[in-house]
């Protein structure tokens, strides 16, 4: 289960309701995904700039975004799906976000303290044309020395072993007392791109499917596309107890990089 923290719906597969189905989502991203020990490490992180602006790119239904708010930061969270903004956007606490529906490429310059990535969302970022122009975006949203912040599987760790029907069974009770049984199926693995289909079997026989692909890259990727963008990484940490990288069972790549000066264009 752990290993399928945070995998946020992408697209839905419909039956006859259509559009209505995308109002379940919500509820069975938040049950499935609550509070967890990397919203605790990304929360105490970024509370060691006080008051910081912060950006949380890739936000989904805000379950950290609202806690950072709440924490006393100035807080944007920006995400591409308008069903998750909804969601988070009807969550209490809300009104003290700054919401954006959009993608890095809407960040103003030099706007923020930190800039957070959470949930493995940078791997949902698979073209690495796409990669780099959000690491660009990200520098040039982020004041110099501000610090960026995000997590990804690490490879070696090969976690989506896992992600079969029978380890990755799980059952979702809804607040409002329904139960969902779910699953993870691996469909392909191709060099560093993996997929999957999670899926979401309603007691009333509908079935969610939510397919999803993740790429994943080595620490030498990640330090080598940083450095590129303007980043100095200080810190690359292998889970979420700070071990270093291989030492913890989280098979996490969680980096601390900070941005350089920015560069003024001849």
Not at 71 to 77: D, E, F, S
Not at 126 to 137: G, H, V
Not at 149 to 168: L, M, V
């Amino acid at each position: 289960m752990a290993d399928l923290h945070a995998q946020r719906p992408r697209e839905i597969i419909r039956g006859d309701e259509g559009a209505s189905m995308d109002q379940r989502v919500g509820p069975l991203y938040d049950v499935e995904n609550p509070w967890g020990r990397d919203d605790d490490f990304f929360l105490a992180a970024v509370d060691e700039t006080p008051a910081a602006r912060v950006l949380d790119l890739g936000c989904g239904t805000g379950r950290l975004t609202l806690a950072l708010a709440a924490a006393g930061h100035t807080v944007t969270g920006v995400d591409p799906h308008r069903a998750s903004l909804d969601v988070a956007r009807a969550k209490p606490g809300a009104d003290r976000v700054t919401w954006i529906e959009g993608t890095s490429v809407v960040l103003p310059d030099a706007a923020y303290d930190v800039a957070v990535l959470t949930s493995h969302v940078a791997q949902e970022i698979r073209a690495e044309a796409d990669w780099t122009r959000t690491l660009a975006d990200l520098r040039r949203a982020l004041v110099p020395g501000g610090r960026l912040i995000f997590d990804s599987r690490d490879p070696a760790a090969r976690r989506w072993e896992r992600w079969n029907p029978r380890d990755s069974r799980r059952r979702i009770a809804l607040p409002d007392g329904t139960v969902v049984q779910a699953w993870t199926e691996l469909t392909e693995v191709r060099d560093d791109l993996v997929s999957f289909v999670h899926h979401y079997l309603l007691p009333d026989g509908d079935e969610l499917r939510s397919p999803g692909t993740l790429r994943f890259r080595t620490e030498e990727e990640l330090r080598a596309a940083l450095a590129d963008a303007g980043f100095t990484v200080e810190q690359i940490h292998g889970g979420w107890d700070r071990k270093p990288v291989g030492a913890s069972d989280d098979g996490e790549l969680i980096v601390v990089a900070r941005a350089g000066a920015a560069i003024t264009p001849r």
